[in-house]
């Protein structure tokens, strides 16, 4: 057991997803050519302003009333000032002393070792809007280059207080926002492509102590494993150092992936001094209480509240609730069909048996292999002994991809189960006539016999015949 | 020919089709040729453009339509307001050779107004001096006598129309940059009240104070030019979305009975007599018009020259850092990125505006923010109540524009704080972002021109025109000798 307990509070930058940027209006689309999505205001051009995007303010909103913040009425933006060729007006514009919000929280389910999980609350110190930077490129020998289409994009930080205490919980905390942020749909939490990041302040003190230590700065760590690992790394690297009788330096320090380390980037004597102070160009943002409002009142469903929903009112299980929203889509496509089918339990069955593998998720859009009307329609098909369960999940693979109906797959499958008592009897009696010996050996106890003639009457009926109708039929003729 | 006339004459003869927008063009070609040379009022001109936008014009008559407000009036461009594809170098090296992608709002309404753009005029680089000796391109220099200064930033746009060169032109007014030079060459200039006319296009020098307006031969001619240019604009959140008043109906209106407050903190030490005598002798002429004159006080006067300092630096510190060598402009090959940034801004910039930059850069620094930029936003905000408080009892403020005549080039170039003190008069109105304007009332022993500054409450620049009217009607200044 260490002597030393780490104390975390993570940034994390996320992009809203608004069509256009926060203050002009190109496109924020992925992908574009270099240099396509630009314009005056957000290349810096002499002259030109920005304007705020008023949809950017909703989504923001959104975040900050996800997290439980308090909203200012009047909050100011204000300019960081710095030289970087990613940022071509040496200012980003952000927010600073009067952030639009503040003071929320997020509780996350930590897991113990031998012990049952427990639920902690974090405490938020502040959302606030800014700008995105442009993208700078080194990867052409002797010159960089630099693509402007990404600056200018919407941004919240989403600042927390230092209540994190292990890299487990900080991963945690980070999965937690991802997913909210992903289902109030203002974020598509893609860490890769950097619409979601991270950064993190690391310290640690000795078990008891209530001071903080002095905290280092791990900056843009571009997945949930590296997150992991470069706190670890973080505090290790911390504990030897006190151990050594040495003290930690207040500095920025970047992730190492190829040699799994943290290195120092820059001090703080080198920080920089970013001469903040209100943003002239923008009067203060002015949020009222009915806007408030209004954005609460078209709120998605946050994920905890959907996962207790599909347990209270679908009796769904906890781990099924859990799988059921692992995507706000997979949610929505199995709410759809459950409601079209009406038992919530079979659909949920089915979706995570057999939907959720051919289920592709990009952002915040997923594509599905069939329909919920087709999910829905297939599983009326097997309460009506149509089908059998069985049938049914051959049926689902060759629906998958086609607009074909199940009733139209089953069919042209062939598939359609007799449920003609009659025809049933028919060939029950004809199996039976055509095998004595064995219907001789059931009647002198030989049990196992029975499930020979309800195989030749299936073989017979190529499956189609319904199971139930074949087991009633053989026994009444063979008097069992 | 145009030194003939006004601005709405001009605008008459060429819509009834009396004189053509070509005919113009080449006159004002032809005394760019003759005149520009000596008083280097414009940085860029093309012919070419000229006379294409006059042959638009005449076109567009011969069509049949309505020609504008403005229909073949030349009005000459400070060179900090972005022309599409035409030079826009805010007075500075750093800009050398850059055409913008784009026009500013206010060019887009002079050409929808069917103006004629004469070209850019000669200013203080990046808008920050008051004799125009920071341009990288020369001093401009004043029609009135051409060992003068015509005054800064906007001194080439007030020499412009003072040499007949355009009947108008664009300014910016940082803390003065319009009405010192109007009051220094005898023409009328007008800050309008911050957020009335679109910054968009406007290079910002100091974001919270800079405000587009217009010079003019005349009143009616600066009210027409402030009517075109003035309105709400999507592009630029501090635009103040509210109507836009007949600025040029109310040139003609009664000011019977109106109240003018006269600050006596403006006249104090620094005050030149010629200047002082020429104003009052103009307040005694409205009073004989049926104003009433009331002393007023602007208890936080004093302080306006520090506060304008600490703010409009610290704004521009921030404002000029896009200029780093990096996207458009100026760049000095470096090895590496920072050097190529302090390479770039030492040759791009000039000595004043390294000044600046520093000042602002200091003001917001860590440690030093709370002592100077949040003191200075507190005594704005002192400043701005004087101005409430004086006109809960007068209608307008008026005042000398400047302490002197047009200062001698060279006289207070080594000597910024002198410079800087130019500006006591009207840094004030811009401050609190109420607007001012300089009309001429009179000239000094040399015959240099003196201006007085008129300032009302906010969006009511109607009053401006129609007191400023009357100050015309009792005196006009002549061309100067030699331009005629
Ligand atoms: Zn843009």
Same mark, same amino acid.
């Given at each position: 057991?260490?002597?030393y307990?780490?104390v975390i509070?993570?940034e /994390?930058h996320? #992009?809203l997803?608004?069509? $256009?940027?926060?203050?002009c209006?190109?496109?924020?689309?992925?992908?574009?050519?270099?240099?396509?999505?630009?314009?005056?205001?957000?290349?810096?051009?002499?002259?030109?302003?920005?304007?705020?995007?008023g949809?950017a303010?909703?989504?923001?909103? &959104?975040?900050?009333?996800?997290?439980?913040?308090?909203? &200012?009425q009047?909050?100011?933006?204000?300019?960081?000032?710095?030289f970087?060729?990613?940022?071509?007006?040496?200012? #980003?514009?952000?927010?600073?002393?009067r952030?639009?919000?503040?003071?929320?929280?997020?509780?996350?389910?930590?897991?113990?070792?031998?012990?049952?999980?427990?639920?902690?609350r974090?405490?938020?110190t502040?959302v606030?809007?800014?700008?995105?930077?442009?993208?700078?490129?080194?990867?052409?020998?002797?010159v960089?280059?630099v693509?402007?289409?990404?600056s200018?994009?919407?941004?919240?930080?989403?600042?927390?207080?230092?209540?994190l205490?292990?890299a487990d919980?900080?991963?945690e905390?980070?999965?937690?926002?991802?997913e909210?942020?992903?289902?109030?749909?203002?974020n598509?939490g893609?860490?890769e492509?950097?619409s979601?990041?991270?950064?993190?302040?690391?310290s640690?003190?000795?078990?008891?102590?209530?001071k903080f230590g002095?905290r280092?700065?791990?900056?843009?760590i571009?997945?949930?494993?590296?997150?992991?690992?470069?706190?670890n790394?973080?505090?290790a690297? #911390?504990e030897s150092v006190?151990?050594?009788?040495g003290?930690i330096?207040?500095?920025?320090?970047?992730w190492?992936?190829?040699?799994?380390? $943290?290195?120092?980037?820059?001090?703080?004597?080198?920080?920089q001094?970013y001469?903040y102070?209100?943003?002239?160009?923008?009067?203060p943002?002015?949020i009222?209480?009915?806007?408030?409002e209004?954005? &609460?009142? $078209?709120?998605?469903e946050?994920?905890?509240a959907k996962?207790? &929903?599909?347990?209270?009112?679908?009796?769904?299980?906890p781990?099924?609730a859990q799988?059921?929203?692992t995507?706000?889509?997979?949610?929505?496509f199995?709410e759809?069909?459950g409601?079209l089918h009406?038992d919530?339990?079979k659909?949920?069955?089915?979706?995570?048996?057999?939907v959720?593998r051919d289920v592709r998720?990009s952002?915040?859009?997923?594509?599905?292999p069939?329909?919920?009307?087709q999910?829905?329609e297939l599983l009326?098909?097997?309460?009506?002994?149509?089908i059998?369960?069985?049938?049914?999940?051959e049926?689902?693979?060759?629906?998958?991809?086609?607009?074909?109906?199940?009733r139209?797959w089953?069919?042209?499958?062939g598939?359609q #189960?007799?449920?003609d008592a009659?025809?049933i009897?028919?060939v029950?009696?004809r199996?039976?006539?055509?095998?004595p010996?064995q219907a001789e050996?059931?009647?002198?106890?030989?049990?196992?016999m029975f499930?020979?003639f /309800?195989g030749?009457?299936?073989?017979?009926?190529?499956?189609?015949?319904?199971?139930q109708?074949?087991n009633?039929?053989?026994?009444?003729?063979?008097g069992? | 020919?145009?030194e003939?006339?006004?601005?709405?004459?001009?605008?008459?003869?060429?819509?009834?089709g009396?004189?053509?927008?070509?005919e113009?063009? =080449?006159?004002v070609?032809?005394?760019?040729?003759?005149?520009?040379g000596?008083?280097?009022?414009l940085?860029?001109?093309?012919?070419a453009?000229?006379l294409?936008? +006059?042959a638009?014009?005449?076109?567009k008559?011969?069509?049949?339509?309505?020609?504008g407000?403005?229909a073949?009036?030349?009005?000459?461009?400070?060179?900090?307001?972005?022309?599409?594809?035409?030079?826009?170098?805010?007075?500075s090296k750093?800009l050398?050779?850059?055409?913008p992608?784009?026009?500013?709002?206010?060019?887009?309404?002079?050409?929808?107004?069917? +103006?004629?753009?004469?070209?850019?005029t000669?200013m203080?680089?990046?808008a920050?001096?008051?004799?125009?000796?920071?341009?990288a391109y020369?001093?401009?220099k004043?029609?009135?006598?051409?060992?003068?200064t015509?005054g800064?930033?906007?001194g080439?746009?007030?020499?412009a129309v003072?040499s007949?060169?355009?009947l108008?032109?664009?300014?910016?007014?940082?803390?003065?940059?319009?009405?010192?030079?109007?009051?220094?060459?005898?023409? %009328?200039?007008?800050?309008?009240t911050?957020g009335?006319v679109?910054?968009?296009g406007l290079?910002?020098?100091?974001?919270?104070?800079?405000q587009i307006?217009?010079?003019?031969?005349?009143?009616?001619?600066?009210?027409?030019?402030?009517?075109?240019?003035?309105? =709400?604009?999507? =592009?630029? +959140?501090t635009?103040?979305? %509210?109507?836009?008043?007949g600025?040029?109906?109310a040139?003609?209106?009664s000011?019977k009975?109106l109240?003018?407050g %006269?600050p006596?903190?403006y006249?104090?030490?620094g005050?030149?007599?010629d200047?002082?005598?020429?104003?009052r002798?103009?307040?005694?002429?409205?009073?004989?018009?049926?104003?009433?004159?009331?002393?007023?006080?602007l208890?936080?006067t004093?302080?306006?020259v520090?506060?304008?300092y600490?703010?409009a630096?610290?704004?521009a510190?921030?404002?000029?850092?896009?200029?780093?060598?990096?996207?458009?402009g100026?760049?000095?090959?470096?090895?590496?990125?920072?050097?190529m *940034?302090g390479?770039?801004r030492?040759a791009?910039?000039g000595?004043?505006?390294?000044r600046?930059?520093?000042?602002?850069?200091f003001?917001?620094?860590?440690?030093?923010?709370?002592?100077?930029?949040?003191?200075?936003q507190k005594?704005r905000?002192l400043?701005?109540?004087?101005?409430?408080? +004086?006109?809960?009892? %007068?209608?307008?403020i008026?005042s000398p524009?400047?302490?002197?005549?047009?200062?001698k080039l060279g006289e207070?170039a080594?000597d910024?704080l002198?410079? *800087?003190?130019?500006?006591?008069y009207t840094?004030?109105?811009?401050?609190?972002?109420?607007?001012?304007?300089?009309v001429?009332?009179g000239?000094?022993?040399?015959?240099m021109?003196?201006?007085l500054?008129?300032?009302?409450?906010?969006?009511?620049?109607s009053?401006?025109?129609?007191f400023?009217?009357?100050v015309?009607?009792? *005196?006009a200044?002549?061309?100067?000798?030699?331009?005629q």
């Open positions: 057991m260490s002597r307990e780490a509070g993570l /994390v996320a #992009q997803l608004t069509r $256009t940027k926060a203050f209006s190109c496109a924020t689309a992925f992908g574009a050519p270099p240099n396509t999505q630009v314009c005056p205001t957000c290349l810096g051009l002499p002259g030109a302003l920005p304007v705020l995007n949809k303010v909703e989504l923001a909103v &959104r975040t900050a009333l996800a997290l439980d913040c308090a909203v &200012r009047e909050s100011i933006f204000a300019r960081k000032n710095y970087y060729p990613d940022l071509p007006k040496g200012y #980003q514009i952000s927010q600073y002393d952030p639009f919000s503040e003071h929320g929280h997020l509780d996350i389910t930590v897991e113990k070792k031998g012990a049952e999980a427990v639920t902690k974090a405490g938020i502040r606030h809007m800014e700008e995105d930077a442009g993208k700078n490129t080194h990867d052409r020998g002797d960089s280059v693509d402007l289409n990404r200018g994009t919407a941004l919240v930080e989403i600042v927390g207080d230092p209540d205490r292990s919980e900080a991963v905390y980070l999965k937690t926002v991802r909210i942020l992903v289902f109030i749909g203002v598509d893609n860490l492509e950097g979601f990041r991270c950064d993190a302040n690391v640690i003190r000795p078990v008891g102590e209530s002095t280092t700065e791990l900056k843009n571009n997945s949930f494993k590296f997150v992991r690992e470069a706190i790394y973080e505090i690297r #911390q006190l151990e050594c009788g003290k330096i207040q500095e920025t320090r970047g190492d992936e190829k040699a799994s380390k $943290t290195f120092s980037m820059r001090s703080k004597e080198e920080a001094d001469r102070f209100p943003e002239p160009d923008l009067p943002l002015v009222t209480e009915a806007f408030i209004t954005v &609460r009142s $078209t709120m998605p946050l994920p905890v996962r207790a &929903r599909f347990v209270r009112d679908h009796k769904q299980t781990y099924a799988v059921l929203t995507h706000p889509e997979v949610a929505r199995y759809e069909a409601a009406g919530f339990v659909v949920g069955n089915f979706v995570q048996g057999e959720l998720t952002g915040l859009s997923a594509t599905f069939v329909t919920a009307s999910v829905a009326k098909l097997v309460d009506a002994g149509d059998s369960g069985k049938q049914a999940k049926v689902y693979g060759k629906m998958v991809g086609t607009s074909k109906t199940p139209e089953v069919s042209e499958l598939m #189960q007799v449920t009659a025809a009897n028919t029950c009696q199996v039976v006539d055509a095998n010996k050996a059931l009647k002198t106890g030989k049990v196992a499930g020979y /309800v030749q009457v299936m073989k017979e009926t190529k499956g189609s015949a319904n199971p109708m074949v009633d039929a053989l026994k009444r003729i063979l069992v | 020919m145009i003939a006339f006004s601005i709405a004459e001009l605008a008459t003869k060429v819509q009834s009396a004189v053509s927008a070509t113009v063009a =080449h006159d070609i032809a005394r760019i040729e003759r005149y520009n000596r008083f280097n009022a940085v860029s001109v093309e012919p453009r000229i294409a936008q +006059a638009a014009v005449d076109q008559r011969a069509r049949g339509e309505a020609l407000a403005l073949g009036v030349p009005i000459a461009i400070k060179d900090a307001i972005c022309t599409e594809g035409e030079s826009t170098t805010a007075g750093i050398r050779g850059y055409a992608p784009y026009d500013a709002t206010v060019i887009a309404k002079l050409r929808k107004a069917d +103006a004629l753009l004469t070209g850019k000669n203080d680089e990046f920050m001096g008051s004799s125009n000796e920071n341009s020369g001093s401009a004043n029609p009135w006598d051409d060992t003068r015509p800064g930033s906007s080439g746009s007030a020499a003072a007949r060169m355009a108008g032109a664009l300014g910016s007014d940082t803390g003065g940059s319009i009405r010192q030079p109007a009051s220094l060459t005898g023409t %009328v200039g007008v800050k309008p911050y009335r679109s910054r968009y290079i910002a020098f100091a974001s919270s104070l800079d307006g217009p010079f003019a031969t005349d009143v009616r001619g600066s009210a027409r030019l402030l009517e075109v240019i003035a309105g =709400h604009d999507g =592009h630029d +959140a635009s103040l979305n %509210v109507p836009i008043d600025y040029e109906l040139c003609s209106a000011l009975g109240r003018v %006269v006596e903190e006249f104090a030490e005050l030149s007599p200047v002082e005598g020429s104003v002798a103009a307040l005694a002429r409205l009073e004989s018009d049926g104003c009433i004159i009331t002393p007023i006080k208890p936080h004093r302080f306006a520090a506060t304008y600490v703010i630096t610290a704004e510190s921030s404002n000029l850092a896009r200029f780093d060598g990096v996207r458009y100026l760049r000095v090959a470096s090895p590496s990125l920072g050097e *940034y390479a770039t030492d791009g910039f000595k004043e505006v390294k600046r930059i520093l000042l602002g850069t003001v917001l620094s860590a440690g030093y923010y709370d002592a100077y930029y949040l003191r200075a005594m905000t400043i701005r109540r004087d101005f409430e408080e +004086a006109f809960k009892k %007068v209608d307008v008026a524009t400047a302490p002197t005549t047009a200062f207070k080594d910024p002198a410079m *800087y003190l130019s500006d006591i840094l004030p109105a811009s401050l609190a972002g109420v607007p001012a304007l300089s001429p009332c000239a000094d022993q040399g015959g021109p003196i201006g500054q008129l300032v009302a409450p906010p969006l009511q620049e009053r401006l025109f129609t400023a009217s009357a015309e009607r009792h *005196y200044p002549t061309l100067p000798t030699g331009v």
